[in-house]
């Protein structure tokens, strides 16, 4: 049989019950013959609170001791599962990022996984073991506990599953699957049985909550077999229907038909839109506004930059909304008299909607039917990314669900394919 990772997130394993109902899956899976390493988050809702607890202490906390609060949260979770394990009569060991040597850089609360040490996972897996490590953390060469950023428990799973060439990665979440957009949204949003990892790439990257963006991006890399689906079902199910149930993440080679034109519209209401006018246009302006920015380890998405009368232009990006105070404060007190820019505006109330498919490459008249849907509805776009696969907006907070359902309703993504 293979050797399979399981992933579980905080409200798969948000009180004893439920972490006792995913001990019931994974002796099911360990009963049919499979290796299987578990990787969890901390409960639903546990690292909120711990954060808040270091926040009462400092507004705005040393990231190095935030690491050390907030990965506790995931100890405790793996600690109860294998207890969990244990009584069902398995065997089963629980081991924390440093003990397993996920290593990472010493980017706090943000760190990305250098190397992992499998040996003595697989020494356990051969022993017949079930393996269960805490997600979202690791350890720097200095042997401080790092943690991997928000939704880093599917990193974990997906890396691990990497390192141990693990037959598949199975991240069991709320949803059973991948939808064509967000149903609380669009009721008539329909499940994907396939998505491709470059949709689930664009789709992650735009605002979708199913899979964590770096998650997606180490499965491609390293051609692990990944599937979406829901850890609400019964356990007991029998495990040939549960196996193939959810959504593959797959590669646009492996399929068989041509794909939709679009297969589903991703939005993200944690968007800030900032706006440096009056610089001017020269080489390495650009570099001039976004160096300091990335310095100060704040993501930039989608850059505009709009050639204006007499040498000057205006330059916009967009930020995710927790940066956006940190983002005007590092343009304003390192960048803004250094360009002699004539002011700095920013503006923390957009969202970003997008459209995602592969099928953009071989059919024409994409962007301006979404413009056009968009135009119907009284919408007005702030700013435009496309690659060859997405059509990405900046508009106004305030219709974002109705940007959503009326491009849903026009491309008619409710149709099976």
């Known amino acids: 049989m293979g050797l399979i990772v399981h992933k579980y997130g905080g409200t798969s394993v948000g009180t004893v019950e439920r972490i006792q109902s995913v001990a019931r899956r994974v002796a099911k899976w360990k009963s049919a013959g499979h290796q299987v390493v578990v990787v969890v988050s901390a409960m639903s809702g546990e690292t909120n609170r711990l954060?808040?607890?270091?926040?009462?202490?400092?507004?705005?906390?040393?990231a190095r001791e935030l690491d050390v609060i907030a990965s506790t949260g995931e100890q405790v979770t793996i600690g109860l599962l294998a207890m969990a394990l244990l009584q069902l009569g398995l065997k089963a060991k629980s081991y924390t990022g440093p003990q397993v040597r996920i290593l990472t850089d010493d980017a706090f609360t943000k760190a990305r996984i250098l190397s992992i040490d499998e040996s003595h996972m697989r020494a356990d897996l051969d022993a017949g073991t079930v393996v269960v490590v805490a997600g979202f953390q690791g350890t720097d060469d200095a042997g401080n506990i790092t943690t991997?950023?928000?939704?880093?428990?599917?990193?974990?799973?997906?890396?691990?599953?990497?390192?141990?060439?693990?037959?598949?990665?199975?991240?069991?979440?709320?949803?059973?699957?991948?939808?064509?957009?967000?149903?609380?949204?669009?009721?008539?949003?329909?499940?994907?049985?396939?998505?491709?990892?470059?949709?689930?790439l664009e789709m992650a990257s735009l605002g979708s909550k199913v899979l964590q963006i770096r998650s997606v991006e180490f499965a491609g890399k390293y051609k692990v077999p990944l599937r979406v689906l829901s850890s609400m079902t019964d356990p007991d199910i029998p495990l040939a229907e549960e196996a193939a149930s959810g959504t593959l993440i797959t590669f646009e080679?492996?399929?068989?038909?041509?794909?939709?034109?679009?297969?589903g519209i991703a939005f993200n209401r944690d968007e800030a839109k900032i706006t440096v006018t009056g610089v001017p246009d020269r080489p390495g302006i650009a570099y001039a506004i976004l160096g300091p920015v990335?310095?100060?380890?704040?993501?930039?998405?989608?850059i505009i930059q709009n050639t204006g009368a007499q040498g000057m232009t205006d330059?916009?990006?967009?930020v995710h909304r927790g940066e956006y105070q940190k983002a005007l404060e590092v343009l304003n007190t390192q960048v803004k008299a250094h360009i002699k820019a004539s002011d700095i505006s920013g503006d923390n109330r957009v969202c970003k909607v997008s459209m995602v498919g592969v099928g953009m490459r071989t059919h024409a008249g994409i962007a301006a039917k979404m413009f056009r849907t968009l135009a119907e509805e009284g919408i007005n776009i702030q700013m435009i990314s496309t690659?060859?696969?997405k059509i990405a907006v900046v508009v106004d907070e305030k219709y974002m669900e109705l940007a959503v359902r009326a491009l849903h309703r026009a491309f008619e993504l409710e149709q099976p394919n």
Do not use: H, W
């Open 315 to 318: 330059f916009s990006f967009t």
């Open 294 to 302: 990335s310095d100060a380890n704040i993501d930039v998405d989608m």
């Open 148 to 200: 991997l950023g928000r939704g880093g428990s599917d990193t974990s799973a997906v890396a691990l599953a990497a390192a141990l060439k693990a037959d598949e990665c199975l991240i069991y979440t709320d949803v059973d699957g991948v939808y064509t957009t967000d149903p609380r949204v669009v009721p008539e949003a329909r499940r994907l049985r396939t998505v491709t990892f470059e949709e689930m």
């Open 253 to 263: 080679e492996d399929q068989k038909m041509e794909q939709a034109i679009i297969s």
């Open 51 to 62: 954060i808040g607890l270091a926040k009462q202490i400092q507004a705005e906390p040393d």
């Open 387 to 389: 690659s060859e696969i």
